[in-house]
């Protein structure tokens, strides 16, 4: 070859092995497992915010993250990853769920959650439950031990507790926070419905590749007795299906109900193409917000991605992957 064929050719090998450079990494690998949470979503700007309960809240989450990924590390199923996650924050009265709950017109803890199994489709839901310590475990008790799928009232009540769920007074969920904010409310002589959240939910990948969602709450403070809000409906408040994504949403329940929010993120993944990220973007930032829907949802997918939007000022959350560090973020901010 002479000297101007190597010169004419260099500019050709160069540009091979740029392309060799550039290459597009391979995709990222699907993550063992991953799970997500959350701790409510609504008013909650940091101007507002002390220092301590910024500090609080994030132990809190953290706390959840690590009960539930200590399930998934260990082989664990989804379902037992979100059922530890939750009861530990029905526990935390930070959190409207379980103890801290806020409190109907009546000023009574009347609660609701519900659970969902990705691989069967199996669910359980509870509303309107006052005696039963843990709303999370008669949610499951009704899916795992029943024929039928919700249960509502004393009849949900008395179930629990004849299938050996603790049982506790009322008095038991009702802090004096909680009993402060609705006292404020009846002074104000309201029937509007405070708009400031703080339901929990959980949605997980385990190892098995089974997805599961599932969502506790007292409902809004100073809802009218008997009230029910989306967490125990599948559908609105949970849903999960192995096909497309596990999903547990938070905020005015009534918007969330009626565009049945949960599973109509996963229809919108499994019909219409959407990733996760698009398909539950869309419901939060463009559907709900015209209709005046204010809330948010955790999601994770059947592939590991997760995605958490919200169009309040913020919502607790957080999520931890396989081999990843715990991240959690309260405001408008990056989960660290
Ligand atoms: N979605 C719940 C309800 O409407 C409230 C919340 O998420 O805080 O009952």
Redesign the pocket.
């Known amino acids: 070859m002479t000297r101007l064929s190597y010169l004419l050719l260099l500019p050709l090998a160069c540009m091979l092995w740029a392309c060799g450079q550039t290459q597009a990494p391979p995709p990222s690998e699907k993550p063992a497992y991953v799970l997500a949470i959350h701790g409510?979503?609504?008013t909650i700007r940091k101007d507002l915010m002390t220092e301590e309960k910024d500090v609080a809240y994030r132990a809190s989450l953290r706390a959840a993250l690590t009960a539930g990924e200590e399930v998934l590390k260990n082989g664990g199923d989804a379902m037992d990853a979100v059922i530890a996650a939750i009861t530990l924050m029905e526990d935390d009265s930070l959190f409207?769920s379980g103890r801290g709950a806020v409190l109907t017109s009546e000023g009574t803890a009347e609660l609701?959650a519900s659970i969902m199994d990705g691989q069967s489709l199996n669910a359980g839901s509870v509303a309107g439950v006052k005696t039963i310590k843990h709303p999370i475990l008669a949610a499951r008790l009704v899916m795992d031990s029943s024929v039928h799928v919700m249960m509502a009232g004393l009849g949900a009540d008395t179930y629990g507790e004849m299938n050996g769920l603790e049982i506790v007074d009322n008095s038991y969920f009702i802090t004096g926070r909680r009993k402060q904010q609705w006292e404020k409310k009846q002074e104000q002589e309201s029937t509007a419905i405070k708009k400031k959240?703080?339901?929990v939910g959980a949605v997980a990948l385990d190892q098995n590749g089974n997805l599961a969602a599932g969502t506790s709450?007292g409902?809004?403070t100073n809802k009218r007795f008997g009230r029910v809000?989306?967490?125990p409906i599948i559908g609105a408040?949970t849903y999960a299906d192995n096909k497309s994504c596990a999903v547990s949403?938070?905020?005015?329940?009534?918007y969330?109900i009626r565009n049945v929010v949960a599973y109509q993120s996963a229809a919108q993944m499994q019909f219409s193409g959407k990733s996760l990220e698009e398909a539950t973007n869309h419901i939060i930032h463009e559907v709900l917000p015209p209709q005046g829907g204010t809330?948010g949802l955790i999601s994770v997918d059947k592939d590991g991605h997760v995605n958490l939007p919200f169009n309040t000022s913020g919502m607790f959350r957080g999520f931890v992957k396989a081999g990843e560090p715990i991240k959690v973020a309260i405001y408008e901010e990056e989960p660290k």
Do not use: P
């Not at 949403?249 to 009534?254: A, F, K, Q």
């Open positions: 409510g979503a609504g409207n609701d959240y703080g339901t709450t409902g809004m809000g989306d967490a408040g949403c938070t905020g005015h329940g009534e969330f809330g």
